[in-house]
């Protein structure tokens, strides 16, 4: 159980590590790099080919015009969930669309801007289809936060 988070920028690590604390609970093996699309176009593509055969998933961090999905999934036959960031002018919307509108062919699983957590629960459910130990985490996972919504009290 393996999923390689890439982020454009270290800047965007505040945003990713609700997701590799929560993948680490789950017992998944994570690998955080920074690589960026634009800048370092070749090493990045040089990554992916050489971790494809053991990562399960990718996540991949991205603002702005958010090529870094696209450019992880154009390199590898594996899910990638793109995981828009909230920065400049359009607060992460830019990234947001610029992930799900991924061209036909080249598909990203998008969660919501700055949803850490989602894509790694994204992965989660996507590696429990391989492993059945996950599944039975997941499972125990959704029992406790339906628990928590049922204990949850509202002093007024």
Known sequence: MFVSIIMGS???????RPAVLLLKE???EVDVKVLSAHRTPKELVDYVESVSD????????????AALPGVVAAHTLKPVIGLPVKAGALQGVDALL???QMPPGVPVATVGIGRAKNAALLAIEIMALKYPELEEKLREY?????????????NL
Do not use: C, P, W, Y
Request: proline fraction near 0%; charge should be negative; glycine fraction near 6%.
């Open 54 to 65: 053991k990562v399960d998933v990718f996540i991949t961090a991205a603002g702005l015009a």
């Open 10 to 16: 270290t800047s965007d690590f505040d945003v990713v």
């Open 142 to 154: 959704r029992q406790s936060q339906r628990e928590k919504v049922l204990n949850a009290e509202v």
């Open 26 to 28: 789950f017992g998944v």
């Open 98 to 100: 610029s992930i799900v």
